[in-house]
């Protein structure tokens, strides 16, 4: 019997009550045994991406962020759209990632969080994470149609149909990460 795979959980959001984050909650409720679902809490503690600071010691936000991204065997992420784009807080946390040696070749699913089916983000997403080498298991983000802002993880797991997408979704994860 193979080790469970590790997935380091990112949400693109900051908020509280956040639909990306209580996605990513759910998905790790309905995982497989054969994945372990984690989700990354430090995307606020990360300072501003300056390339001067790559150069010395690692801010240790930083350093726990590369480290949790290496011991990762996937990332599974649910980034909101923002004014047409990725939130600048989450493209900060991926600018650490670009000079990083953990991130290149790492295996990556979105997951599209929004009912009216936003797609700049996602789009952008994509590009950033082809251009940092990411091996993207599908060429566009999974849907997972939720109510939008403020919904819950236990909202999500009531409704089958949310339900049956993070399932493919996971399954998506799964079959990427073993091939």
Known sequence: ????????????????????????????????????????????????????????????????????????DALLIACPEYAHGVPGVFKNLLDWLVGSLEFPGKPVLLINASARGSHHAQDALCEILRTMSARLLAPESMPVALPGAGCTSEQILADPARCLELTMALSCLKAGIEA
Do not use: H, I, K, W
């Open 1 to 72: 019997m193979s080790a469970a795979r590790r997935v380091l959980c990112l949400s693109g959001s900051l908020r509280r009550v956040s639909s990306n984050t209580a996605a990513l909650l759910a998905a790790r409720e309905l995982a497989p045994t054969a994945l372990v679902l984690t989700l990354y809490a430090g995307l606020g503690t990360l300072p501003l991406f300056n390339p001067d600071d790559e150069s010395g010691d690692l801010p240790p936000s930083v350093r726990a962020l590369r480290e949790a991204v290496g011991q990762s």
